[in-house]
């Protein structure tokens, strides 16, 4: 039955072979690729059991040993012998023991799937529901490059000319500049007041 609903499982997984004996105690249940020709081994089980990951794991091994073979063998599938194949679980239900052990591999591909069989009167139907599934890493944006700005040459502002209180109401441009201030000369009293004695002159005496 997931043979015939693998769109359920994933849209573009096309069925290569199954029931592939990998020893005395494991068996490849189904064997395809998916769109982009990558080989995908699926394990299947009719309820909980752990040791269906060991089957997969063992069944992945065997899949990515003899992968080129497979490309040759099964040569009207356009299967990519680059890339290293991944595994899909199918069970009624999973343990948390063995859904950590998914979420902790690293560098293996594995989905976890659970399937229910639904039947309704004369209505049967079969539901496939991810239970964990990789998603694509999204690669992080690149910050665009930050321009430095350079300091601009700054005109240094001139004074403001003072103003007078008379001139506040004038424009700048009309305010007269006035010379410095010099120191006020006496009166002509003051003059004759502070006029220096005249020295007596003094008379050459003749040897």
């Not at 080129?68 to 063998?73: D, G, N, R």
């Not at 529901?129 to 350079?150: D, G, V, Y």
């Amino acid at each position: 039955m997931i043979a015939k609903e693998m769109n359920q499982v994933e849209r573009d997984l096309t069925v290569i072979c199954s029931d592939v004996p990998i020893n005395d105690r494991t068996t490849l249940d189904i064997l395809c690729h998916d769109g982009n020709g990558q080989l995908v081994v699926m394990q299947l089980s009719v309820n909980e059991d752990d040791i269906m990951l060991l089957h997969g794991i063992q069944s992945l091994d065997y899949v990515d040993r003899f992968k080129s073979f497979l490309k040759a063998t099964y040569n009207k599938h356009k299967i990519d012998d680059e890339e290293k194949p991944r595994l899909i679980l199918v069970a009624p239900s999973f343990s948390e023991a063995l859904r950590h052990v998914v979420e902790s591999m690293k560098g293996i591909r594995v989905d976890l799937y659970e399937w229910e069989y639904l039947k309704l009167g004369e209505n049967k139907g079969f539901r496939l529901q991810p239970i964990f599934a990789w998603k694509p890493e999204e690669k992080p944006k690149e910050k665009p490059a930050e321009k430095r700005h350079e300091p601009k040459n700054v005109k240094k502002k001139e004074p403001a000319p003072e103003y007078s209180p008379e001139m506040k109401d004038k424009p700048p441009e009309e305010v007269p500049t006035f010379p410095p201030p010099q120191a006020e000369e006496p009166k002509e009293e003051e003059k004759e007041i502070f006029k220096p004695e005249k020295e007596p002159k003094r008379k050459l005496k003749l040897f």
